[in-house]
């Protein structure tokens, strides 16, 4: 997931002195931020009803104080760029917030919310806002779509506060408009103060406040640090320099009148990312939880206050850009992850020196058959993986370290395939059955003719299941063909476990089993149906002794049962059937029931 540069505003925790500065329950008077203004929230209280008792506004609804404020504070800004505009409202995961963000320079005259959000915090999310959750939670229902903006639009914040608990909130803009206007992105003209708006800082830094003014006589500091205001003694140039947090003032004294000005100042804990221990598994891992890592990361250090975000580059981390999703789809082999420690009360607050190793080590895929078939007239087969991985170790039961071996005897061959990264190794294992298989023989083949379904079996030798197959037509399992038509054909047999095949020619005709030559003009012919669809057929038939009885072809195809102009005696007489085939060689027809019977 594509993460811009996030800038980030303070949550104070300085008791109600300092809370009271930072939050108006007012529209009227609402905070007015900018670029680099730190926003502290906690709400004190409901303020006057600045929608006229209104029903609703966008998502929100009347509370049961018969308005739709409920503990309220108000902010606006303006922005001071064009682009992407989001932000990120961080509240305690116990407590219940909702938002609304109006567009406009009026509040009399606010209209519907551009962006708005009621949901209660059932989820405990961390964040609430409009964008994306910068903890990497991409199915937090309490955000809402980015804004486009250009400059000069204003814009007034709406928070209301639910819960009986009231821990105060943070508010940290971002989208990539902070990428192309780091320092403008939102217009600070709004805000009219001699010492600039709010100042957010890092604990190892100073910070130096400047009250110069042309006219001035004196001037004299103050400090509130929670506890009241004070005079910081031996304080009276124009600058003051500062490292503590708190509300500073300073009262310029000229000839003209004194006046005085007042600027909030915040320092952010300075995070320390503590190492990381690298991490590894085997595939089969789809997503990584890179949260897991978060206590690592942090040590002890508050949660509450500090950010863990994972990029794939150094420059990301240093950047605050581009950070990984939780729910982190792993990479095969190994990534390196770098870690960035983040203030949420001010994103120039962070620690990205930390990284570790993500190893997704891939398994070998054994993808290939478990069952493999020696012919018997074959001196070997090859079984294994065909496309083996340079980087893998194979090893067979049989002592090959080959991804593939020949084998020549039947039998089980076992191969594991490990693949070794960064002292993981992950393994697999398939074993193959290696079993003697014979190519198809033709026992027989029944010709069943003379009919309408003309049937055509093939016995073979039964050991194995086989594949048939009639003339050119697809291979069948069944050994049976029906409707054949007469003619020559061609049947084929197959072993489908790759041990050869075997074809037969046939010729499928029809004659009748008896037929009576007694003068009654009813089956007084025997003759051969079909032989006209073979080439030079040549018909002879025998008794029972074998003697040549009488010789048949196409042009003289029918019989009457004499010999030599006598008529023979009841019996049964058999044929034999030749014809020429296609490269000219005269054979006899094969597996025909070749008998029948005369009866007077």
Known sequence: MSRFVILWFVLLIWGISAVSAQVS??????????????????????????????????????????????????????TGASGQLGFNIGIDTLEDWDFALYKSDDCNNLGEPVRCNFFDNQDENTFIGVGEDPSGDTENVQYETWLEVTPGEDYYLLLNNFSNNNSGFSIQFSGHIFVTNPFDALDCSIINNLLGPPIAACENETVILDATTVDALSYSWFVDSGSGITQVPGENGPTYEVSTSGNYSVEVARSAGNFNSDVQVFFSAMPVANAVTDDASCSGLEVYDLSQKDIEVLGSQNANEFLVSYHL?????????????????????????????????????????????????????????????????????????????????????????????????????????????????????????????????????????????NTVTVVTDALEEYEYRLDDGAYQTGHKFYQVEPGMHTISVSNPKGCGDVTEDIVVIGFPKFFTPNGDNSNDQW??????????????????????????????????????????????????????????????????????????
């Open 25 to 78: 329950s007012d529209c009227s008077s609402a905070i007015p931020i900018c670029n680099n203004t730190p926003v502290n929230g906690g709400t004190t209280g409901f303020g006057i009803d600045d929608f006229n008792s209104a029903e609703t506004s966008g998502c929100l609804e009347q509370t049961l104080s018969g308005v739709i404020e409920s503990n309220s504070a108000w902010y606006r800004f303006r």
């Open 313 to 453: 580059t150094i420059g990301d981390a240093v950047d605050g850009v581009n950070a990984l999703p939780q729910e982190y789809q792993a990479q095969a082999g190994s990534q390196t992850i770098f870690v960035r420690l983040t203030s949420i009360g001010n994103k120039k607050c962070f620690d990205a020196s930390q990284h570790f190793q993500l190893v997704n080590l891939e398994t070998p895929n054994l993808d290939f058959s478990s069952e493999a078939f020696l012919c018997e007239d074959n001196a070997g087969i090859t079984i294994g993986l065909e496309n083996g991985n340079s980087n893998y170790v194979y090893q067979w039961s049989s002592g090959e370290t080959t991804p593939t071996i020949i084998v020549s005897v039947a039998g089980e061959y076992k191969l594991t395939a490990t693949n070794t990264q960064s002292g993981l190794s992950c393994s697999a294992s398939k074993v193959v059955n290696v079993v003697t298989s014979r190519p198809p023989q033709i026992i027989d083949i029944e010709i069943e003719d003379l009919r309408n379904n």
């Open 527 to 600: 003759s051969i149906t079909g032989v006209d669809l073979l080439d030079s057929p040549v018909i002879t038939i025998y008794n029972r002794f074998g003697k040549l009885l009488a010789q048949l072809d196409a042009t003289n195809s029918q019989w009457d049962g004499s010999f030599n102009g006598k008529l023979l005696p009841e019996s049964d007489y058999w044929f034999k059937l030749t014809y020429t085939t296609a490269d000219g060689q005269i054979v006899t027809a094969k597996y025909i029931n070749n008998h029948f019977s005369l009866k007077r």
